[in-house]
């Protein structure tokens, strides 16, 4: 909840150093990573997604979760609510994850255009003596 408002503000009054969300990373994904990454793909298809008839918001990398989940509750009309707990457990683990994630990744971008921003004026008052 706090870094909610830093990161507002920070946008506001300097938004040199603040991460883009509605656009791509603008540094390289891999750099820092020796090894590399590991790739996310998609577990569901799109006929999967269109079968079980998903929104826009729930077709992400939990998708294939949430189909179990829906699967689940079919089978169990009446008593899905405790006998699916588990599926439904899977999916809020999966999106819980996957916001971490996304939380990381803005902060590496924040971190790395911070860093730049260093390096920029480092390189300027350097040229100037």
Not at 9 to 26: H, Y
Not at 65 to 86: M, S, T, V
Not at 95 to 118: A, N, T
């Amino acid at each position: 909840m706090g870094t909610k408002l830093s990161v507002g503000l920070e946008q506001r009054f300097n938004p040199d150093v603040s991460p883009r969300t509605d656009r791509p990373p603008t540094f390289d994904p891999l750099a820092g990573f020796p090894e590399g990454r590991k790739e996310r793909k998609m577990v569901a298809t799109w006929e999967e997604m269109d079968q079980w008839n998903l929104n826009i918001g729930q077709r992400d990398y939990c998708a294939h979760y949430l189909i179990d989940h829906l699967r689940c509750q079919k089978e169990n009309a009446p008593f899905a609510g405790y006998k699916c707990e588990e599926a439904r457990h899977h999916w809020n683990t999966c999106h819980y994850e996957d916001s971490l994630l996304r939380i990381k990744e803005f902060e590496r971008e924040r971190r790395l255009l911070k860093r730049k921003q260093r390096k920029e004026e480092a390189a300027k008052i350097a040229a100037t003596q």
